[in-house]
């Protein structure tokens, strides 16, 4: 059996230490022990373009790093809607895979779904325009083309706008559709769907065209980190970490 941990939405950043610190110590204390870890999306804050050295984050790359090189410990990470600007360089430097959303693994031997949890949430339609945007190729290329400063104030920008738009949104806004939920178990012949984004950690059960299925949340990192461990055929059971 596997043991499979799961994390999202750690939002690092130089101006949160704090949370950068907590990372690494969760790396030593517990993804070190697992076989693969994944990373669901938002594990940084913002992301402008892997030609960056970056030298602020750097005790998070190497902690990142040690997983595969020192611990055995596969790393895969998956774009969020703050990182999706993560490209091979960076993925190579910390030696980890990319992975695209949504993407299928076998847990337990049944198929589960990996999201970071943004296309879920389909009643945001002007978030959903601007993903659009942001996540095609023609975008991306034009960003890169600009200078390291510019992208640095262009993703400050997006961020700011993005806090500002997420206030004066509803609650219900904000969180998964259900029908794109009930679709996304479906759609991919799964009963387990886990993902994060919403910052609401939970574990739904529901049942779907007759299906018994679940969807784990997972859970935000601040003063204290949140994360999924899956290693035997125990219960799913959301962590806290401090
Ligand atoms: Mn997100």
Redo the contacts with the bound molecule.
């Keep these: 059996m596997k043991d499979i941990v799961f994390i999202s939405?750690l939002h690092l950043m130089p101006e949160r230490p704090q949370t950068m610190k907590l990372f690494s110590r969760f790396v030593d204390q517990i993804a070190a022990d697992a076989d693969a870890l994944y990373i669901l999306?938002?594990f940084l804050e913002v992301w402008w373009g892997d030609d960056d050295p970056a030298t602020s984050y750097t005790d998070v790359f190497t902690s990142l790093t040690s997983l595969s090189q020192t611990h055995n410990t596969q790393v895969y990470l998956m774009h969020?809607?703050?990182d999706f600007m993560i490209g091979n360089v960076l993925a190579e430097r910390c030696n980890f895979e990319i992975i695209t959303d949504p993407h299928k693994i076998e847990i337990q031997e049944k198929s589960a779904l990996l999201m970071?949890?943004?296309t879920l949430c389909t009643d945001d339609i002007e978030y959903q325009k601007f993903r659009q945007m942001v996540r095609s190729e023609e975008w991306q290329q034009q960003f890169l083309r600009k200078t390291l400063e510019e992208r640095f104030q262009i993703a400050r920008s997006i961020r700011e706008q993005s806090q500002q738009s997420t206030k004066q949104k509803d609650e219900y806004i904000m969180d998964v559709n259900q029908d794109e939920t009930d679709k996304a178990f479906l759609d991919n012949d799964t009963r387990l769907i886990i993902h994060?984004?919403t910052h609401r950690p939970a574990i739904h059960h529901k049942i779907v065209n007759n299906i018994d299925t679940t969807r784990i949340v997972l859970g935000d990192w601040h003063d204290t980190g949140s994360y999924l461990r899956i290693c035997d055929s125990s219960d799913y059971k959301l962590q806290t970490f401090s």
């Design positions: 939405d999306g938002d969020g809607n703050r970071h949890g943004d994060g984004h």
